[in-house]
């Protein structure tokens, strides 16, 4: 059998990726990630400046996940572009993803969005519209007519390819609409879910949160996230047009939960709290775990049971 994995006209070796934000914040971990077994990569998600963003503590490992509220800290999208453009030319055919957010807002999405369609990259892009940490700034994806208006603004002069990360949504209501919106437009892709927004962890010893910022509210990733991002990517995946394909993320630390998201529709697989726990072993394991799934159940391909996912009806 293959993990072979198709995603908008590529194909990778295997469907495996880091989630932004975890091991991907310059050009040496960029490099890790590229010699890993992971069948591709993305950048941390960039703002126009650079950022040092949320004081410390704003990342802890949880025993069933993290929590993070780290600020959108990042080199600047001058940096990563470049990094881009040199990788793009070294390796044509290996194509990854650049991260792309916004600090202050609507006019910074198009403003980052404008450099890019004038620069040399030609490669995917991951328009980050569910940062949950930036303080007093809505999530863009919450806001189904901002998300719209922005979409419009950006496709009057944007002509490379790129998709959205998502934030989860917790109601039919908001999956209907947010497909509504993403199907009116020639985005390649969604990537379902990013964290799951403003959770709160005590620390049991002391009574007291364990991250510094917003008074210890952060996003929560790991094994508490996966029914959620399961069901986003299967909503979505029921919603939106054949012709956008959808990326899962969200409590996937074993080959089976890699395998519950491709049988809910996912074609690629981001991997973020587990990546940051385990390292770039996590790959290779979940490689060796995912193909053993595959053999078990005779199929020869991702594409044998891709989105097939069984109902009780
Ligand atoms: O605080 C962050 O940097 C952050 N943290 C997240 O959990 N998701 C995001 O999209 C971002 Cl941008």
Redesign the pocket.
Known sequence: ATLQATFYGHTFDNPFMNA??VHCMDKTELDELAASASGSFVT??ATADSRD??PEP?YINLELGSI???????LGLAYYLEDAIKRQAANPDTPFFLSV?SYKGFDEYVSNMKHIQESDYTGLVEL?L?????PGKPQMAYDFEDTEKLLNEIFKFYTKPFGV?LPPYFDFMHFDKIADVLNKFDIKFVNCV??V?NGLYIDEATDTVVIKPKGGF??I?GEYIKPTALANVRALRQRLNPSIDIIGTGGILTGRDAYEHLLCGASMLQV?TQLHKEGLGVFERLNTELLAILEAKGYTSIADFKGKLATLD
């Open positions: 932004s934000g941390k998600s963003g949320n704003r993070n509220s780290m600020g959108l800290p990042n957010a980050n569910s940062c949950p940490n930036v990360k990013n964290s927004g952060g996003g990733g973020g």
